[in-house]
């Protein structure tokens, strides 16, 4: 009875109220993308966990730089950027596991999303992710949340399947599509997440290709109360970076410099913007399947 009294009440709390916060405080996640793919976006992103204003990051663990990685982040709150394609021309990585569906004919990840929507099995996709968050677990990672790199399990509704698989057994938030998103209106993603107990940001801002700082300056001042999330993709600027990516090597360099920028930081603090990370998202959620 005192089971189902205290279920009851939490279940009349908003997110933020369940988190330990007040009602009408505004919580938000930064989070920088693309941690592992190389040397340099391992540096900047370490940087603006450390010294600026982000407060989690995104593991590709197939990538060449995930284990230099991982070993820059202990202990720091660290989601599995969940990873089907390798997009760079002249930079490139391989599944960990043995599908054929996940590999091209040089047997690569594909370059693009419809790539892989060509080929891909829902039990390749499964194993395949389910290896890298393994992976990611063995390798001393405080996992905290999934995401997913450009999006290709948001594509067809038994990929999203796999997704929300792997974050009940592995009882993890998740990222969702901006709810606007046909994506998420085709997926029903943030009902389908709700019904099996899967917490998530509840309003997603996606700057990318603008100025990370200037969506910051005009979003925050808007934010409603509850969770938000802000993702950027920080790179140090460098000869690696505009080796394998100088068509965005612009927008990676910017977020680096945004997400270390005190007057961002003055930003929040002026709009009394509480910062979190998933793992405020990820221990909620275990407790209450308890």
């Known amino acids: 009875m005192t089971l189902t009294v205290r279920k009851l009440e939490t279940d009349n709390l908003s997110l933020v109220e369940r988190l330990g916060y007040e009602a009408g405080d505004k919580l938000l996640i930064v989070n920088c993308d693309d941690l592992g793919s190389s040397h340099a976006a391992n540096l900047a992103s370490v940087r603006a966990m450390s010294e600026g204003i982000a407060t989690s990051a995104s593991l590709m663990v197939p990538c060449p730089w995930a284990w230099e990685a991982a ?116 997926l029903g993603s943030r009902r389908r997440a709700d019904a099996r107990g899967i917490l998530s940001s509840e309003h997603l801002i996606y700057p990318w290709p603008r100025p990370t700082r200037d969506v910051f300056f005009e979003a925050v001042p808007g934010f409603r109360p509850g969770v938000s999330e802000i993702f950027a993709h920080p790179v140090i600027d460098s000869d690696e970076l505009r080796a394998y990516d100088a068509s965005n090597a612009g927008i990676r360099t910017h977020d680096a410099e945004c997400l270390v920028d005190s007057t961002v930081f003055d930003l929040l603090e002026q709009h009394d913007i509480k910062r979190i990370s998933y793992r405020k998202l990820r221990d909620l959620q275990r407790s209450a399947e308890r």
Request: include cysteine.
């Open 71 to 186: 070993r820059m982040v202990e202990g720091r709150p660290i989601g599995v950027h969940l990873t089907l394609t390798s997009e760079y021309p002249g930079y490139r990585w391989r599944p960990m596991t043995g599908g054929e569906s996940l590999r091209n004919r040089e047997g690569f990840f594909p370059a693009s999303g419809k790539a892989v929507l060509d080929r891909i099995s829902v039990g390749d996709a499964l194993a395949e992710c389910r290896a890298q968050l393994e992976t990611a677990l063995a390798w001393g990672v405080d996992v905290t949340h999934l995401d997913v790199h450009m999006d290709v399990l948001f594509f067809r509704s038994d990929l999203f399947d796999v997704y929300l698989q792997l974050a009940a057994d592995f009882r993890l938030p998740v990222r969702l599509p901006i709810d606007s998103s046909l994506a998420a209106q085709e």
